[in-house]
Each structure stands twice: as structure tokens, then as C-alpha cells.
């Protein structure tokens, strides 16, 4: 089974700062994709980034970007110009081709004024 | 288009009752997902269905839990004879099950047991 992995339970930034939120997961597979979601105190699930394995490119979606090492299993989402409404939990999760979604533990992100 | 609908929201039960959590997916998709997250804790992976199968139910846990996508109408998650420890709040999330796509979120059923 795959695992995902984030060793940061707790981070926090200055607002307008920018910030690095850790994941690394195992997998024997070659094909896949992840992906970072957002829970606001709402509670609501909301998709921040995706990254396809097969593409070296790292994904960016506005002020949110990510790092994709591929051979270190790593899939790091940094913030840029953080805001207050980017408080939120952050999950990281990996998706195998047999269409299954596995999450992190999440990291709680928040943003100091 | 509506999104992954969830109900109800709040849920009261008391130990040894039944509780029926109801999950409508987005339209056009035939993936669920069922998630249950503790407080302080992450998303923990219930059971995944398509419309009449179960595909992979590693994490429901043996008893008392059940869960069914029927033909018509939403996924039905059933915890029967609820203990405290069932307190959590359930996410339900629905896919196209096409590789490039992601799970849609409904925004949780929040079970307390008392």
C-alpha cells in the first residue's frame, strides 16, 4: 500500500511571506498523480495543486507552487505572498492507478497579520 | 452543477444507535470515497465504490460498519450500535475515475455520540 507522509504538523508565516509545506510518500509504482488540498476551518476540501509523475515540469497555480522530486518520493507546496485566508490545514495526497486516493496526516498552516 | 452533496451535516446519535450518512456525488461520476478524520488527525480511507461495487474496503473496520452505492441514489455510509469512539466527522469525495482527475469533497457529516 502506499504512504504518504507529512512531517510537519504545525507551521506558521508571516503574512506576504513565504513558506514550504513537506510531503514524501512511497510507492512502487510509475504512474501517478498528486495533489494538495486545503481545509479551511469550513472544513471544506478544497484542491489547491495537482503534478502528473510523468511530467518533469513542476505545477504552479497562481502563488501556489510545488516541487516534485520524483526519485525522492517528495512533493513539497510552497506559498508565495501568503494571506490570511491561506490558514487553513494542508493535506497531501497520491492517487495509484487503481483510481485510489491516499492522504497525509496534514500540516495546519497559519498566517500571522 | 452541483457538487458532492453530503447529509446531514450535524449528527446526533446515541450509543447503540444506528447512524445513515448519505452522500451524493457530483454528477457524472461513479467514484465514492469514504474518509473519516479525528480530531488533530488527517483523512483516514474508509471504503472506495462505483455504482453497485465495492472496490476496496481495507479501512472500515470489520463490524458494525457498512456502506453501499446503489444503482440509484446516494452512497449510503451506516455505522450500526455507535460507541463514542465513532465521533468523528465523515467526508464523503466522488471522481470521474479518469487518471487525471481529482476527488470532489462534500463538506462532511460531523457524528457525535453521546
Known amino acids: 500500500a502506499q504512504t504518504v507522509t507529512q512531517s510537519q504538523p504545525e507551521m506558521s508565516v508571516q503574512e506576504a511571506e513565504t513558506v514550504t509545506l513537506s510531503c514524501t510518500y512511497d510507492?512502487?509504482?510509475?504512474?501517478?498523480?498528486l495533489f494538495w488540498y486545503k481545509q479551511p476551518p469550513s472544513r471544506q476540501m478544497i484542491l489547491v495543486i495537482r503534478?502528473?509523475?510523468?511530467?518533469?515540469q513542476n505545477a504552479t497555480e497562481n502563488r501556489f507552487s510545488v516541487n516534485f522530486q520524483k526519485a525522492a518520493k517528495s512533493f513539497s507546496l510552497k506559498i508565495s505572498d501568503s494571506q490570511l485566508g491561506d490558514t487553513a490545514m494542508y493535506f497531501c495526497?497520491?492517487?495509484?492507478?487503481?483510481?485510489?486516493?491516499?492522504f497525509g496526516t496534514g500540516t495546519s498552516l497559519t498566517v500571522i497579520p | 452543477n452541483a457538487g458532492v452533496m453530503q447529509n446531514p451535516r450535524h449528527l446526533v446519535r446515541r450509543r447503540g444507535q444506528e447512524a445513515r450518512l448519505r452522500c451524493s456525488p457530483m454528477?457524472?461520476?461513479?467514484?465514492v470515497y469514504w474518509y473519516r478524520q479525528l480530531p488533530e488527525e488527517g483523512l483516514k480511507f474508509m471504503v472506495y465504490?462505483?455504482?453497485?461495487?465495492?472496490?476496496?474496503e481495507s479501512g472500515m473496520p470489520k463490524e458494525r460498519f457498512s456502506a453501499e452505492f446503489p444503482k440509484e441514489g446516494p452512497s449510503i455510509l451506516r455505522i450500526q450500535q455507535v460507541v463514542r469512539g465513532d465521533s468523528a466527522a465523515y467526508f464523503c469525495?466522488?471522481?470521474?475515475?479518469?487518471?487525471?482527475?481529482?476527488?470532489?469533497f462534500g463538506q462532511g457529516t460531523r457524528l457525535t455520540v453521546v
Open positions: 469525495a466522488s471522481s470521474l475515475g479518469l487518471q487525471n482527475t481529482e476527488a470532489f
Open positions: 510507492t512502487s509504482e510509475n504512474n501517478y498523480y
Open positions: 503534478q502528473e509523475a510523468y511530467k518533469q
Open positions: 495526497a497520491f492517487r495509484n492507478t487503481g483510481n485510489q486516493f491516499y
Open positions: 454528477k457524472g461520476h461513479s467514484h
Open positions: 465504490l462505483q455504482k453497485e461495487n465495492i472496490i476496496d
